[in-house]
């Protein structure tokens, strides 16, 4: 599948173009949105771990902590989100770039490699979440750096994989299918060295989740494990996420279907080549099965479609092994249907109304935060998403950092969630909290109805998505 000598030696410096080119508009893109709960939860879940509170023992946390310890050493950096926004722009560029990788060590193809890792920087999925601070795309370099340890042979890369799945699922639990993947790989294709992956990433990531257990005083497993338990389900929710991720991902992934077939091509005319490229193709393949086997969480409410961008990489790679395989055939037909997926897929991917790059409420946040800073003195209390309050500098009241396991907590009748949730009632009775914003449907707006329609009022809806009410106390006034 190789091309011309001198063509082949312009794809590398193409690639590096393209990433420039992802890099500038992603950092050009950057602002003060606020666009993803999730994202709010990290923001301000980071800064008090920075300010030296402990998730899980001081406040409630729904996931592993290795996020948020990235996140605090962002916030000592002030700027509000800009740092955390930059470091995603910059994480993504990263996982292009061990995408292009990957794909070469693969396929052996130096146009295939840049195509992938071209497609995954401008994938539409992976661009939508590209303003919010999770832990989705640090768990997918995560993976691809997994699998290309894994594909060495040396004890060493054995014991670095073992520490990426260490990392894994100090993460987010999302990686476990992910992890089992890699444990039969190792088992099969790595007999040998196999025990050094299975001690340091198991034996680790057990060790681990002790050590984080001992030192929040037993909270941290039931906390993640805890969140997950108690979500109400929805299977409106699974054919709503899985339609979401088609109408982004398609032309990502009628694509992959050719390339699981060159896939099945090359591994029948390279006999030669044994275990080593049946062993990468049961990664790749395997890391798209564990990324599907996630979505079967999706109706979980409260899971959605960032969940799918632990296997995007995946796709992309048969995607760009479909689309490179049909034009090097150089035969009439497969080139008029690369011609049709370019005309028809590349502007559906850039297309500025689909809002990827470039979407924003910057506008709506900016009026938020003025409102928060100018109601408020510099140490007061609100009640405002975690993005908002790390925006304005301002402390969340009660530590009601995660919504959203406060509600499912509250919603199982959880005594501890009970009491918090009594006692935001009688901080919003109290008229403590000067500003509260909430997001349009959410459960502790209904719980807090009798205090909000008593003590406060409507002061500000957004324009923009998503949609944010802010309440003032009704004899409140501003500062000054």
């Not at 292009?100 to 052996?108: E, K, M, N, S």
């Not at 014991?159 to 699922?169: H, N, R």
């Not at 909270?219 to 996420?241: P, R």
Request: net charge neutral; charged share 15%; hydrophobic share 55%.
């Amino acid at each position: 599948m190789a091309g011309p000598a001198r063509l082949a030696r312009l794809y590398f410096p193409f690639f590096i173009l393209f990433v420039i080119l992802f890099l500038t508009l992603g950092l050009i893109g950057i602002d003060h949105s606020c666009l993803d709960a999730a994202d709010s939860t990290y923001l301000v879940t980071s800064r008090a771990l920075a300010d030296g509170q402990m998730p899980y023992r001081d406040f409630l946390a729904a996931h592993p902590p290795f996020l948020f310890m990235l996140g605090a050493a962002l916030s000592k950096l002030g700027a509000g989100v800009l740092p955390f926004r930059v470091f995603i722009v910059l994480l993504m560029g990263g996982l292009g770039v061990a995408v292009w990788r990957l794909a070469y060590r693969i396929t052996a193809n130096d146009k295939l490699a840049m195509f992938a890792g071209t497609l995954n920087l401008f994938a539409p999925l992976g661009l939508l979440f590209s303003k919010t601070f999770i832990n989705d795309y640090l768990v997918s370099v995560i993976a691809v750096a997994t699998i290309l340890l894994l594909m060495g042979k040396s004890r060493a890369a054995m014991a670095g994989a073992g520490l990426l799945g260490v990392l894994g699922t100090l993460t987010k639990l999302t990686i476990l299918p992910f992890l089992v993947v890699c444990l039969i790989y190792v088992l099969i294709f790595r007999r040998r060295i196999a025990w050094i992956y299975i001690v340091v990433a198991v034996g680790g990531s057990l060790l681990a989740a002790l050590a984080v257990q001992l030192a929040t005083d037993g909270a941290y497993l039931n906390d993640i494990l805890g969140a997950q338990a108690s979500k109400g389900y929805s299977f409106a929710n699974l054919y709503d996420g899985l339609h979401r991720i088609w109408l982004m991902d398609w032309p990502l992934m009628v694509p992959a279907w050719a390339g699981a077939w060159f896939a099945v091509r090359a591994l029948r005319q390279r006999q030669r080549l044994g275990g080593q490229l049946q062993g990468r193709l049961f990664l790749l393949v395997g890391w798209l099965l564990a990324g599907v086997a996630v979505l079967g969480t999706l109706p979980a409410e409260g899971h959605d479609t960032n969940l799918f961008l632990i296997a995007e990489p995946a796709v992309v790679v048969l995607a760009a092994w479909g689309i490179i395989g049909l034009a090097e055939r150089r035969t009439i037909i497969p080139i008029v249907v690369v011609a049709v997926w370019l005309i028809v897929a590349v502007p559906d991917i850039v297309d500025k109304s689909h809002d990827y790059f470039f979407r924003s409420n910057d506008s709506d946040v900016a009026v938020i935060v003025a409102e928060t800073i100018n109601r408020t003195s510099d140490c007061q209390p609100v009640l405002i998403p975690g993005c908002y309050a790390v925006e304005s500098g301002r402390p969340v009241t009660l530590d009601y950092y995660d919504p959203f396991l406060w509600e499912e907590k509250y919603k199982r009748g959880d005594e501890n969630a009970v009491v918090m949730m009594d006692g935001l009632k009688r901080e919003v009775a109290q008229e403590k909290p000067p500003v509260i914003v909430f997001g349009e449907g959410q459960e502790t707006v209904q719980i807090l109805q009798p205090q909000l329609d008593g003590h406060y009022q409507a002061d500000f809806f957004s324009e923009a998505w998503p949609p944010m009410t802010m309440w003032v106390p009704r004899a409140g006034k501003a500062p000054g």
